[in-house]
């Protein structure tokens, strides 16, 4: 880090001295033992915590969920946010918030589950900030997604119709919102080889689907 009047540069990015500050005292009391590490956990479980349950609550309406049980994913995906955290923790750069930081791997833990509780039961709903990730992930730029919107209602229609529930955890979980596969495996307690060949299947799908309704030339690739 080098200092530039009152703020700090760090691997290209600007944070203020105070978010500086703040940002190694977590790396310290967090990479301590004792009394100052349960502290310093406590807090940022406290964190993690209103952090799980306002993305719990977002996504409450296609959980199928409600109460006791919404509380409780919020619990265990601050827990395993928490756990991930304390083991990782010296890989923080300090170039932004380190609760901002933090607060991605409690989003991405309850989206873990989220994939998980749709894998085990049939009939998945997904809302459209999900589909609107889909022009980036298929590398279209914002002024050209206009012009790809029938193209993406066709791949969302597709997707509804033509593959199977756990086809569509899948590849809203790889496509839409990039899980890693073997983070997508190891959360659906699958291998990455099932995971593979489910995509495989799922795309096929789709291509054959999107190729009958004109969208694509026969044999492009999805």
């Not at 200092?3 to 967090?30: C, F, I, K, P, Y």
């Not at 990039?178 to 795309?203: C, H, S, W």
């Amino acid at each position: 880090m080098k200092r530039e009047g009152s703020e700090l540069v760090s691997h290209g990015r600007v944070v203020s001295a105070e978010v500086a500050r703040e940002n190694r005292t977590w790396v310290r009391d967090l990479s301590s033992c004792g009394d100052r590490r349960e502290l310093a956990c406590r807090r940022l479980y406290d964190v993690l915590l209103r952090a799980a349950r306002a993305e719990v609550g977002r996504r409450a309406a296609r959980l199928r969920l409600a109460g006791p049980e919404l509380d409780d994913l919020a619990h265990q995906a601050a827990a395993d946010a928490l756990l991930a955290i304390s083991g990782k923790v010296e890989t923080f750069r300090g170039d932004c918030k380190f609760t901002t930081w933090a607060y991605k791997f409690v989003v991405f833990d309850v989206a873990a589950k989220v994939n998980r509780h749709f894998w085990q039961r049939a009939g998945v709903a997904f809302d459209d900030e999900d589909w609107e990730r889909l022009p980036a992930r298929f590398g279209i730029e914002p002024e050209e997604q206009a012009e790809s919107r029938d193209l993406m209602s066709a791949v969302r229609r597709a997707v509804d119709e033509k593959l199977t529930a756990k086809q569509r955890v899948v590849f809203v979980a790889l496509v839409l919102n990039g899980m890693p596969t073997e983070v997508l495996a190891d959360q659906l307690g699958a291998t990455t080889n099932a995971i593979y060949k489910m995509m495989f299947d799922a795309r096929r799908k789709l291509r054959t689907a999107l190729v009958d309704a004109g969208y694509l030339p026969d044999q492009q690739i999805a």
